[in-house]
């Protein structure tokens, strides 16, 4: 058994499982979604098994929050409209403050750090990433804003990333009244949130190319074992796993991609899905120029994580990429369900990370803080262990 962003699951894959709904041949990548996901499941039964598991992280989520320290909770909520999806609605964003904030009504310019849960983009809610949240104010000394975009399948492709978006363009548009500086965003998230803080950007600038929006400056993502390249199918990312069993068991990640990836035809290289397939120009204009880039021994999603980060990092996109491979964890660790005290490595791990976005704040730049040039090994060698710090930069 293990635990999956708060959730206890089988380890077991069950093969046939795993090939029930696999399309295509073995050597064909997937372009549409029905290639990942075969006929169209039932949106209703995709719903009620949702529903289930949303339950069971209900739990699981509980006994993440009792470990010591205890995180803290938000300290007021904005319910917004949805304005860039066709799918018309609201969501609510939850606001995290810094001591200062509280205690000096008067200060402003305050940054900001847009943050989006993880789930498959099916499961979760924007108080699943509390314990970050408390890095976020103690470390890098700035507001911490949480959101609770919609889930999958009720709320399928894009509309998850054009809540991301929307997130962002209310803090821009309402920094003055909320005290922040627009021109010291970042984003961040975990897992499907990973994709998200990397992906919502993209489609921000795609927004601005048709629409006014105020001057804004997004400084830099923490992105955290995200997935970025829908074109894999879900068998070559277990068979390229260092621990298969110990990925993602094939009930959620059907689940997940039936979920999400609707209607049948759509394109899977599309950038505000697979931020892996854009264009280089694309990464260029929309992305910031400080990508904090984390990724899971044990997890599926490691290689095409490395991939990305390595590709960010050399030209023609030269971002400054800090780049962190985590021995000995598998995918969504950070999340798990032990009322004792917190997962291993999380907090040193989020410290650390929460240390650089405040430097980025402060300096405006990262070549004073991402001194050391990322240098990721070849492909064959991925996967073998680093040293016990968790740092997989030289």
């Known amino acids: 058994m293990q635990t999956v962003e708060g959730i206890p699951v089988p380890t077991k894959s069950n093969p046939e499982e795993d090939l029930a709904n696999a399309q295509l041949p073995p050597d064909k990548k997937p372009k549409k979604a ?16 949702a529903g289930w598991w949303r339950s069971l992280q209900c739990i699981g989520m509980s006994l993440h929050y009792l470990a010591p320290p205890r995180p803290p909770n938000p300290d007021f909520i904005k319910t917004i409209p949805s304005t860039l999806s066709e799918q018309k609605g609201q969501f609510n964003l939850q606001f ?4 200062g904030y509280t205690k000096d009504p008067t200060s ?30 103690e470390k890098s000394h700035a507001v911490f804003v949480s959101v609770d975009y919609r889930l999958a399948p009720e709320f399928p492709f894009p509309t998850a990333v054009d809540d991301g978006a929307d997130a962002i363009l209310y803090v821009i548009k309402n920094a003055e009244e909320l005290r922040l500086d627009r021109n010291r965003i970042a984003t961040s998230g975990f ?9 919502a950007p993209i489609r921000l600038f795609e927004h ?15 992105t955290w074992y995200p997935i970025t390249d829908y074109t894999l199918t879900r068998a070559e990312r277990r068979a390229s796993a260092l621990r298969p069993e110990a990925t993602l068991p094939p009930a959620l990640t059907n689940l997940f991609d039936a979920s999400y990836l609707f209607p049948p035809e759509l394109d899977l290289a599309h950038p505000f899905l697979s931020p892996s397939r854009a264009s280089d120009e694309v990464l260029i204009e929309s992305l910031p120029q400080n990508v904090l880039f984390y990724t899971c021994e044990w997890d599926m999603l490691l290689r ?11 030209p023609p996109i030269s971002k400054n990429v800090y780049y962190t491979m985590i021995p000995g964890v598998a995918h969504g660790w950070d999340k798990g369900p032990n ?30 803080i991402l001194h050391i040039p990322l240098k990721l090994p070849a492909l064959p060698t991925l996967l073998h262990p680093k040293a016990k710090d968790g740092s997989a930069s030289e």
């Open 34 to 49: 029905k290639d990942k996901t075969g006929a169209p499941p039932s949106r209703f039964s995709l719903r009620m098994t």
């Open 96 to 99: 995290y403050l810094p001591e």
């Open 108 to 137: 402003d310019k305050w940054p900001v750090v847009v943050n989006f849960h993880g789930g498959g983009f099916t499961l979760g809610s924007a108080s699943d990433d509390a314990r970050f949240a408390r890095f976020v104010l």
């Open 191 to 199: 897992s499907a949130g990973g994709n998200i803080a990397l992906t």
């Open 208 to 222: 601005r190319k048709t629409a006014e929006v105020p001057e804004y400056r997004i400084v830099a993502t923490a």
């Open 304 to 314: 095409e994580g490395e991939q990305l980060a390595q590709r960010l990092q050399k």
């Open 339 to 368: 009322p004792m005290k917190p997962p291993h490595k999380s907090e040193k791990l989020y410290g650390e990370c929460c240390r650089r976005l405040r430097s980025i704040f402060e300096d405006g730049e990262a070549h004073s």
